[in-house]
């Protein structure tokens, strides 16, 4: 009997992608092999934490389900995703038995230090195409220190409705295990609206709309493609850095490992304000440079993604808005699409960064007020 072919090299031979509007097209897209899972996360009445005010605490345990993954995989890339109240990713075959823990451990912590349930599973790309959907990814290169994955055919919403039937569930973890969060951060300011609103917009396909959503998804393009830069939420230097930083309380829960939280928060304190002082001054130390890694954090934010759908968060003027709701509206009356959206007076942001000497760190932005979350809500309400 032959041995079953080696695909863990899958997705780091996939081509990499320069034109995010080439995304648009499914043909862009390579299906995940049979042996490989994907990973989803999502935290439970993550509306109900937006409306206490704790969607930036939300945030960060998304980015927290990326960043173990991150630093599980030893260097190894994998495809993943950020949906603001929860996350996606795929994982090959022997990498399914650590992904489980770290997505286990990240649950446990969400808990312990947010009362936050974060629902988790690993699902095996196998039962999803058994069940008639498929899952695709493709590699996009943002910037050339940073890519993010794109995932098409449906098989992630599924599995992330699978998991909040409580189906292909994980094994709690021990009290007081804590997860791998090394370089999960937030530390830059909000970024207020430039051009009158940021906004939240997730589009997703209706039934299987195929070639139909593949025009519409370019169509929103190319209206967002007439906005300053695209509507790229970061300005172009980079967002400001202020000291005490606004995240200072939930990087310290991300990393203090079971230490007094207060002497954490202290400690970053201390760590953060020489990073202020050579943010503003623009002095270089050494080999860093402040104005360089700024800049590099906005060409490497992930403002727009395919997750399954069309994902954005966009620095819009109001005649945009108007435009996209009218031909959102009309592909809705036509059976090719379901939106929803928030508009909100600024974006935040949070990142991932493996060290600041280098150009591979990752920026998740989202709405600061609602966002994705808010926008998903209004989907569902139609």
């Not at 070639?211 to 519409?216: G, H, Y």
Request: hydrophobic content about 45%; some cysteine.
């Amino acid at each position: 009997m032959d041995a079953a072919p080696d695909t863990s090299g899958f997705y780091e031979n996939l081509p990499l992608q320069d034109r995010f509007a080439v995304l648009a097209d499914p043909g862009a897209y390579a299906p995940l092999p049979d042996d490989w899972h994907l990973g989803v996360a999502d935290v439970e009445n993550s509306t109900g934490a937006v409306a206490d005010g704790r969607y930036k605490t939300v945030n960060m345990v998304g980015g927290a389900v990326i960043s173990a993954q991150i630093n599980g995989m030893r260097e190894r890339i994998f495809p993943f995703v950020f949906g603001g109240d929860g996350a996606g990713f795929a994982c090959a075959p022997g990498q399914i038995a650590r992904a489980g823990r770290a997505l286990a451990a990240v649950r446990c912590w969400a808990r312990e230090e947010f009362s936050l349930t974060l629902r988790v599973a690993l699902v095996p790309v196998r039962d999803i195409r058994a069940a008639g959907h498929d899952v695709a990814v493709a590699r996009y290169r943002v910037s050339p220190g940073a890519e993010y994955a794109m995932f098409s055919g449906g098989g992630l919403s599924w599995a992330e409705g699978q998991m909040k039937q409580g189906l292909y569930a994980l094994p709690e973890a021990a009290p007081g295990t804590v997860p791998d969060l090394t370089g999960l951060s937030c530390r830059w300011s909000d970024m207020a609206a430039r051009n009158g609103t940021i906004l939240s917009l997730v589009v997703l396909p209706e039934g299987r709309a195929g070639p139909a959503f593949a025009r519409l998804a370019a169509r929103i393009l190319g209206i967002a493609d007439r906005l300053d830069r695209g509507g790229h939420p970061v300005p172009a230097q980079g967002p400001r850095n202020r000291w005490p930083n606004p995240g200072n309380r939930l990087e310290a829960h991300a990393s203090r490992a079971g230490r007094s939280l207060m002497r954490r928060r202290l400690s970053l304190l201390g760590r953060t304000l020489p990073a202020w002082f050579l943010f503003r001054s623009g002095i270089r130390l050494g080999r860093f440079d402040p104005r360089h890694y700024a800049a590099m954090t906005g060409a490497n934010a992930d403002y727009r993604k395919f997750d399954d759908g069309l994902k954005m968060t966009l620095d819009s003027d109001r005649a945009t808005v108007s435009a996209l709701r009218d031909l959102l509206d009309r592909a809705r009356a036509d059976g090719v699409a379901r939106y929803g959206m928030c508009e909100q007076d600024a974006a935040m942001m949070t990142c991932i960064v493996p060290s600041p000497l280098r150009d591979d760190h990752v920026h998740f932005i989202d709405g600061a007020a609602g966002g994705y979350t808010a926008a998903a809500a209004a989907l569902k309400r139609g």
